[in-house]
């Protein structure tokens, strides 16, 4: 009875497999390996920790005290300018204020803000878990793109009536269904976040510009599309498919395209005179960076973003260029921080 039973069910037509061995074999392992990548990279980004800011942004009791006493107002950030005088900060509130988180007590560190629970992984996304996000949706956009591309065969066999007369037709439905819609979805969600990390933007960033001592900019942080990439995925490129941190950084303190220049150099493009209706307005001077973000600047070929692979005719221009109001200057006796700053804008 059993044997009719088994006849009858695939006597309807052919069954629903591959029959090539070798095709089996290589579905199989694909499969696996990107299923083990998936849930390594998705274990990764809901397990790890968010990071917190180092006990240097935190105040002296004397300090929290200082600031319960003052009033909100010009006291109050007299007494935040000195506790971050020598703190790598560069970014400000929408005001020009130093930014100060009241719950916890501390001076935030650049690009930092409270925790926010992504509803895609129940974690915080932030530096400590960044590259594993990625992956994540790396992993998991493969993983639906080779389901569907693997059930594509049988999608239009179930169209043609070429698939037996089972219930197995309509999860082959489902399933290509399924995976094609979520195809698309984390396509688009892998692509923004590809592109935030070429321009070295959060997400927040993306809608509100980070605001400097200068005033607001939008690629304040970027150092150019290589360098983006390795603050995100490190520099050493074997860990770069790995969900194994390997990013630039200690998450508190962040290069900038503003970080070793020139103090006298002015922070707006020539020919916007902005110092003269407000004095105040000048470069906000360097702090120290930790080792792992300085080395991101010591390459002096593509250090911000408008400076990626140049060109060696442009090169030689510039240098001629250079040579000519270097030989100018001299004739005036000015050949102090003129011409540095004139080599800075050059390159």
Known sequence: MGDLQWDELYSHGPAVSMENIGEQV?????????????????????????????????????????????????????????????????????????????????????????????????????????????????????????????DLQYFIKFWTNGLPDTQAKFHIMFLFFAAAMFSVSLSSLFGYHCWLVSKNKSTLEAFRSPVFRHGTDKNGFSLGFS????????????????????????????????????PEQPSTPAGLNSTAKNPENHQFPAKPLRESQSHLLTDSQSWTESSINPGKGKAGKSVLIWLFFKYVLVLKGDIGEKSHYLLTELY
């Not at 105040?59 to 005290?65: I, M, N, V």
């Not at 770069?240 to 020139?262: A, H, K």
Request: glycine share 4%; charged share 20%.
């Open 227 to 262: 360098k983006n990439m390795r603050q995100v995925f490190g520099d050493e490129k074997k860990y770069w498919l790995l969900p194994i941190f390997s990013s630039l950084g200690d998450g508190c303190s962040f290069p900038t395209c503003l970080v070793n220049q020139d």
């Open 26 to 150: 290589v579905c199989l392992m694909a499969y696996h390996l990107l299923f083990a990548m998936f849930v390594w990279s998705y274990w990764k980004t809901i397990f790890t920790l968010p990071m917190n800011p180092s006990k240097e942004f935190h105040l002296s009791y004397a300090e929290k005290d200082l600031l319960e006493r003052e009033p909100r107002g010009e006291a109050h950030q007299e007494v935040l300018r000195r506790a971050a005088k020598d703190l790598p900060i560069y970014t400000r509130t929408m005001s020009g204020a130093i930014r100060y988180c009241d719950r916890c007590q501390l001076i935030k560190p650049d690009r930092c803000h409270h925790c926010s629970i992504c509803d895609k992984v129940n974690n915080c996304v932030g530096f400590s878990n960044y590259k594993f996000f990625l992956l994540f949706l790396a992993y998991s956009l493969l993983y639906c793109l080779f389901i569907a591309a693997t």
